[in-house]
């Protein structure tokens, strides 16, 4: 059994117009105009393979196709929102593939034993509403749901009321529910599947994130009359610490990243010493053990730095989450699955979140990664060659098979 390419390529197409920017690329923020036209296309089309549809308190779309037994389902998912100017692949392409697959069944008129329901969740990205992940966070009891309600856009507009606005402020709670297995297709977002040529990525989990948040604060002054010797620059100690957060991968291990993604300078100025700094670190590595170790070496280079040029500091360790390790039932069964289809396949780590993460604390839960051109993603340039999206799909296809089992 094997998906319809022409069809899933078809919807590619139709619902990558949805957002569409001038440029190739999509601009669909979580609970716009373009989402709920997204979404209301999505739910046409699983009332069109006859899918019992419901939308939950946070918006998630469920459409189930049942099963012979009244067994919990395999629920196979991702998100339709995008960032600014994102690209047609991250997440609606989950979603797609995950509809081919149900539809596939259907043309074959298989029976599985547990149903298979597709889900889309809102606010994956937290482009629009922070933080990022939001509705499956709430579904898996990590995010309470008046938090996630009272998230308000840079307008300040509030979460629960663009759900209201676009109609899909849904009256099912949005609480864990018992289900066989959670499996996500999605872009890599990194270079490895096209470097080596494979098209399909057997995700075994998600890296370790430390994120942390530092002050540092000098003495502001006058740019012209303030001599050099007497100068305590916060700037300054700043760029000795993106320099320091740059070498602190090579003291740790092949696989850590570091990013200073975020500076604030003030008063950001010409012709005055910045007084104060808010930078931001982002740390990841498959290891709790290593992301501790660079959060140490990035204590003592923050205290030199500060102490080099004089200045005071205050850093915050404020966001950590451990490795997610995926099910090894259902890895295998992807493995399997991918092994069966015929492309190239490895195993791989996810080096960024996704909404797999919560669900894996709610049962057993996996992805499959295709490639990323060039590793390239949230950008217009985004792109998958429809060959691995085919083997991607089938790969989707067939581990559902094999956890949902045959009637
Ligand atoms: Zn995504």
Request: charged share 25%; proline share 6%; aromatic share 4%.
């Amino acid at each position: 059994m094997r998906i319809h390419r022409k069809r899933l390529e078809e919807a590619i197409e139709t619902l990558g117009r949805i957002g569409a920017t001038s440029n190739g690329g999509l601009t669909r923020l979580a609970l716009s105009d373009e989402d709920k036209q997204a979404r209301d296309q999505l739910v046409a089309w699983m009332q069109g393979a006859k899918l019992r549809v419901s939308v939950d308190r946070m918006g998630n779309i469920f459409g189930e196709r049942p099963g012979a037994e009244a067994l919990p389902p395999v629920m196979l998912g991702s998100h339709l929102d995008s960032v600014p100017t994102g690209g047609k692949y991250d997440g609606q392409l989950g979603v797609l593939c995950a509809l081919e697959a149900i539809s596939t069944l259907n043309d074959h008129g298989v029976r599985t034993r547990h149903p298979v329901t597709l889900v889309i969740f809102t606010n994956e990205e937290g482009a629009r509403f922070q933080p990022a992940m939001l509705a499956s966070g709430v579904m898996a009891g990590k995010i309470p749901l008046e938090d996630a309600y009272n998230a308000r856009d840079r307008h300040g507009v509030r979460l629960v009321d663009e759900l209201g606005r676009i109609g899909y402020l849904g009256a099912e709670p949005c609480v864990p529910r018992p289900m066989r297995a959670y499996l996500e297709l999605h872009i890599e977002q990194g270079p490895v599947l096209e470097e080596e040529g494979l098209s399909v990525g057997v995700v075994e989990g998600i890296v370790a994130i430390a994120w942390s948040r530092l002050t540092l604060r000098g003495v502001q002054d006058h740019a012209g009359p303030t001599p050099m010797r007497i100068r305590r620059d916060a700037l300054v100690a700043a760029a000795d610490v993106v320099r320091a957060v740059r070498a602190i991968p090579a003291q740790v291990s092949p696989e850590t990243v570091a990013t200073v993604g975020r500076l604030e300078v003030s008063p950001n100025i010409t012709n005055a010493i910045p007084g104060k700094i808010l930078m931001s670190v982002d740390l990841r590595d498959p290891s709790d053990e290593y992301v501790t170790r660079a959060l140490e070496l990035l204590d003592r280079a923050v205290r030199d730095a500060a102490a080099r040029e004089g200045v005071e500091y205050e850093i915050e360790h404020y966001w950590r989450v451990s490795p997610t390790r995926f099910d090894p039932g259902v890895v295998e069964a992807v493995e399997r699955a991918a092994q069966a289809v015929g492309g190239g396949y490895r195993r791989i780590l996810s080096g960024a979140g996704h909404d797999a993460q919560y669900m894996a604390a709610l049962g057993p839960a996996g992805m499959i990664f295709v490639p990323s051109r060039n590793g390239r993603s949230h950008c217009e340039e985004e792109f998958t060659p429809m060959d691995d999206i085919e083997h991607g799909a089938n790969t989707l296809l067939l581990a559902a098979l094999d956890l949902a089992g045959t009637a």
